[in-house]
Structures are given as structure tokens and as C-alpha cells.
């Protein structure tokens, strides 16, 4: 028996405008200072008071949500007693949001032990909307949580589906002022979800569709908002490809790319986005054999033809990197600016948490040590994986 989870989804260049059609008394809107500063909370509060909702805001998200905030948040609502929470920003903000849920509700659960297996019973206590500021994290369709310890400076994923936010509005205006590296950085993390979503071992019909839009868009309409942030219609399409990235990665689970950029990401600070999608040709190309069906699925959906599967699955790896060479991404972990010193030295640890990831199991060749170490070396190089 398998499952596909998602939220309502609300979509369109007003989406934010069913904020004044909710019924409740209370709503308490999570977010970050910047999200204030741009004037986004302003206009959720307007839309809140037409519904006639009270509301409090808490801006104290920070990036890599802590367990210390996500308490503090907690505590705010068990004050306020909201029935609704509303989770408005990027990544961070959305998990922050989740997991602020779950303790609102379940004031007894840790937040770096959120578990499948444990029924919380969280949605009589308020029901959560997720409304994204970046296209590409995904969070608002997603039940995982990255929950970090300041304490330990250890970073944690939780996950049960009853986090899943209720409803994920998608406003095309939120992200028309983002900057092109955010830009190009999220809408990377984006196509390295539905690329690794198509090519899961839990990959099923409802997570193989909206993958496959969502690659289409992204290779379209990415470079467009790159160049011309302005341009509605690409941000239009990138902010709905993205949520169709995750809606097949959060149910079919990411893979290697994730578990490499996360590996790099703990230890050099390098964005998430700019990590996943740095490594993601070079797992291709690792798994090109392996998943050859898959990949040649998806280039001949978007137009690339080849003789063979591996043949098309080739010209879509190079299709990655034209891609990324179009946004001035990096190519290569050199490329992103670290040194080849810190590098070999921290590669064992690499290795080590590249291979504790979830993402490392559900691919279709499973490397050991001495393969994911060689990787890391290629992928520092800037060396096309030929193993
Ligand atoms: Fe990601």
C-alpha cells in the first residue's frame, strides 16, 4: 500500500486573496523579518481582517530553523491559542511553521523527534497554510522538516505526514522581486527534485507526472526568470514547477544529488539549491547505466532524442550542465569556491554523512564508500563520472 500526499493547492497571481474567505477567530502568521520588511505580512493581515480574523505575527524564523525557535514559536501559540497557523517565507519558514504545529498540538513531542510512525492528531488544533517567497524548496507540499540543534550544530530531517501543511497558496506576485542568485539557486534545487523523484526506487504514477511537467517548465522557464526577473510568466511557471517537483519528490523521496549537498552544505555552508544541483550531473552520470529508462524518459519528453537510452540519457546530463553554465552556477565544487585542502580534509566526513542519508537508499545503484568518495573527487575536479 502506498500513499501521495498534498495539500489543497491554490494557485494564481491573486492566490493570497483566499486568505479572506478562511473561517476562524485567530490566525498566527510565522515568518522571517525580511518577509515583514518586504510587505507580504501587511498584506496577509489585510486579507485576514476581511475574513474577520485577529492576528499575531511571529517574525523570528531564522535560516536552518532551530529547536530553540521552533519551542519559542510554540510557546506563542499555546498563548495566543490560533485556529489557524500561517507560514509565510521561504524553506525554513514553511518547516519552522510545520513543526511549530506539531508542538502547538503535541506541546510533549521534541521537534528532532518527529517520527511517521507516531499518530499526532494535529488538525483539530489548527489547520496550517504554507504560501512560498522562493520557487524551489517545495516545503509548502512536503512533510519533511530539516530541524537544526544550536546546541549539538547538528542538523536534523523529521518527517510524518500529518505535517503537511492544509493548504499551499502559490501568489506568482510573492516571488517576482527575488534576485537572479536566489533565483537560479532555488530553481536548481527544483529540477533536482523532479529529476531524482522520476528516478526513486518510490517513484509511482502520481509522483512520475508531475515530475516530468515540472522538468519541462524548469528548462524553459528558469534561464527567462534568471535573466528578466520580471517576466510573470516565467515566474508563473518556475513557482509552479517547483511545487510539482516536490509534490513527486516528497512522496517518491530524493536521491543521491541531496545526499551529497547536504553532506557539502553541513560542512562548507554552501546554499542548498547551489549544492544539489552542482552534484546532480555528476549522479546522473553515476547512475546513467542503472536508470538509463528513466533519464531517456524524461530527455525524449522534453525534446532530446537519442539512439539508445544511454545515448539520450547522456545528452540530457549535458543538457544539466548547459543549464546550470547559463545561470553562472558552478560546475564544480572548486568552482563554488572551496579550497582543495579543506576539501580532502573533510572528505571522509563527507563520505560519512553523504552515505547516513535516507536519499542514498532509494536510488537505483547504491554506491559504497569508495564510490561516493570517488564523486566527491570528480565532482571537485569538475571531471564527468566515467564509473
Ligand atoms: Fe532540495
Given at each position: 500500500?502506498?500513499?501521495?500526499?498534498?495539500?489543497?493547492?491554490?494557485?494564481?497571481?491573486?492566490?493570497?486573496?483566499?486568505?479572506?474567505?478562511?473561517?476562524?477567530?485567530?490566525?498566527?502568521?510565522?515568518t522571517?523579518?525580511?518577509?515583514?520588511?518586504?510587505?507580504?505580512?501587511e498584506?496577509?493581515?489585510?486579507?485576514?481582517?476581511?475574513?474577520?480574523?485577529?492576528?499575531?505575527?511571529?517574525?523570528?524564523?531564522?535560516?536552518?530553523?532551530?529547536?530553540?525557535?521552533?519551542?519559542?514559536?510554540?510557546?506563542?501559540?499555546?498563548?495566543?491559542?490560533?485556529?489557524?497557523?500561517?507560514?509565510?517565507?521561504?524553506?525554513?519558514?514553511?518547516?519552522?511553521?510545520?513543526?511549530?504545529?506539531?508542538?502547538?498540538?503535541?506541546?510533549?513531542?521534541?521537534?528532532?523527534?518527529?517520527?511517521?510512525?507516531?499518530?499526532?492528531?494535529?488538525?483539530?488544533?489548527a489547520?496550517?497554510?504554507?504560501?512560498?517567497?522562493?520557487s524551489?524548496?517545495?516545503?509548502?507540499?512536503?512533510?519533511m522538516?530539516?530541524v537544526?540543534?544550536?546546541?549539538?550544530?547538528?542538523?536534523?530531517g523529521?518527517?510524518?505526514?500529518?505535517t503537511?501543511?492544509?493548504?499551499?497558496?502559490?501568489?506568482?506576485?510573492?516571488?517576482?522581486?527575488?534576485?537572479?542568485?536566489?533565483?537560479?539557486?532555488?530553481?536548481?534545487?527544483?529540477?533536482?527534485?523532479?529529476?531524482?523523484?522520476?528516478?526513486?526506487?518510490?517513484?509511482?504514477?502520481?509522483?512520475?507526472?508531475?515530475?516530468?511537467?515540472?522538468?519541462?517548465?524548469?528548462?524553459?522557464?528558469?534561464?527567462?526568470?534568471?535573466?528578466?526577473?520580471?517576466?510573470?510568466?516565467?515566474?508563473?511557471?518556475?513557482?509552479?514547477?517547483?511545487?510539482?517537483?516536490?509534490?513527486s519528490?516528497g512522496?517518491?523521496?530524493?536521491?543521491?544529488?541531496?545526499?551529497?549537498?547536504?553532506?557539502?552544505?553541513?560542512?562548507?555552508?554552501?546554499?542548498?539549491?547551489?549544492a544539489?544541483?552542482?552534484?546532480?550531473?555528476?549522479?546522473?552520470?553515476?547512475?546513467?547505466?542503472?536508470?538509463?529508462n528513466?533519464?531517456?524518459?524524461?530527455?525524449?519528453?522534453?525534446?532530446i532524442?537519442?539512439?539508445?537510452?544511454l545515448?539520450?540519457?547522456?545528452?540530457?546530463?549535458?543538457?544539466?550542465?548547459?543549464?546550470?553554465?547559463?545561470?553562472?552556477?558552478?560546475?564544480?565544487?572548486?568552482?563554488?569556491?572551496?579550497?582543495?585542502?579543506?576539501?580532502?580534509?573533510?572528505?571522509?566526513?563527507?563520505?560519512?554523512?553523504?552515505?547516513?542519508?535516507?536519499?542514498?537508499?532509494?536510488?537505483?545503484?547504491?554506491?559504497?564508500?569508495?564510490?561516493?568518495?570517488?564523486i566527491?573527487?570528480?565532482?571537485?575536479?569538475?571531471?564527468?563520472?566515467?564509473f
Amino acid at each position: 500500500m502506498w500513499y501521495f500526499a498534498s495539500p489543497l493547492i491554490v494557485f494564481g497571481d491573486d492566490a493570497l486573496e483566499h486568505l479572506n474567505g478562511i473561517e476562524g477567530k485567530r490566525a498566527l502568521v510565522i515568518t522571517d523579518h525580511n518577509v515583514v520588511k518586504l510587505g507580504f505580512v501587511e498584506r496577509v493581515g489585510k486579507e485576514l481582517a476581511k475574513a474577520g480574523l485577529e492576528y499575531h505575527v511571529f517574525d523570528e524564523v531564522e535560516p536552518d530553523p532551530s529547536v530553540q525557535t521552533i519551542k519559542r514559536g510554540a510557546q506563542v501559540a499555546l498563548d495566543y491559542q490560533p485556529d489557524w497557523l500561517i507560514g509565510i517565507g521561504g524553506g525554513s519558514v514553511m518547516d519552522a511553521a510545520k513543526a511549530i504545529r506539531v508542538l502547538y498540538a503535541r506541546p510533549d513531542v521534541e521537534p528532532n523527534a518527529i517520527n511517521p510512525s507516531e499518530i499526532l492528531n494535529l488538525r483539530q488544533k489548527a489547520q496550517l497554510v504554507a504560501i512560498p517567497t522562493t520557487s524551489g524548496t517545495g516545503a509548502e507540499v512536503t512533510w519533511m522538516i530539516v530541524v537544526t540543534d544550536v546546541e549539538s550544530q547538528r542538523k536534523t530531517g523529521v518527517a510524518s505526514r500529518e505535517t503537511m501543511a492544509d493548504v499551499a497558496i502559490l501568489d506568482t506576485s510573492l516571488v517576482m522581486g527575488l534576485p537572479p542568485r536566489i533565483t537560479a539557486d532555488t530553481g536548481m534545487d527544483a529540477l533536482t527534485h523532479a529529476i531524482e523523484g522520476y528516478t526513486s526506487n518510490w517513484r509511482s504514477d502520481f509522483t512520475d507526472a508531475p515530475a516530468l511537467i515540472a522538468i519541462k517548465r524548469i528548462f524553459e522557464y528558469l534561464p527567462r526568470a534568471y535573466n528578466n526577473g520580471s517576466d510573470i510568466e516565467a515566474r508563473r511557471h518556475m513557482m509552479y514547477g517547483a511545487t510539482l517537483a516536490s509534490m513527486s519528490f516528497g512522496n517518491a523521496m530524493a536521491g543521491l544529488a541531496h545526499s551529497m549537498g547536504h553532506a557539502l552544505g553541513g560542512l562548507f555552508h554552501t546554499p542548498h539549491g547551489r549544492a544539489v544541483g552542482l552534484f546532480l550531473p555528476y549522479t546522473m552520470e553515476y547512475l546513467s547505466e542503472a536508470a538509463a529508462n528513466l533519464y531517456s524518459d524524461i530527455a525524449r519528453f522534453i525534446g532530446i532524442s537519442g539512439d539508445s537510452d544511454l545515448e539520450a540519457t547522456r545528452a540530457l546530463v549535458a543538457q544539466v550542465r548547459q543549464l546550470s553554465k547559463s545561470l553562472n552556477q558552478p560546475l564544480s565544487v572548486h568552482e563554488a569556491g572551496i579550497e582543495k585542502t579543506a576539501y580532502d580534509k573533510a572528505l571522509p566526513g563527507l563520505v560519512e554523512r553523504a552515505e547516513s542519508e535516507a536519499t542514498t537508499i532509494t536510488v537505483s545503484r547504491i554506491p559504497d564508500s569508495a564510490e561516493l568518495e570517488r564523486i566527491f573527487r570528480y565532482a571537485y575536479e569538475g571531471k564527468p563520472v566515467d564509473f
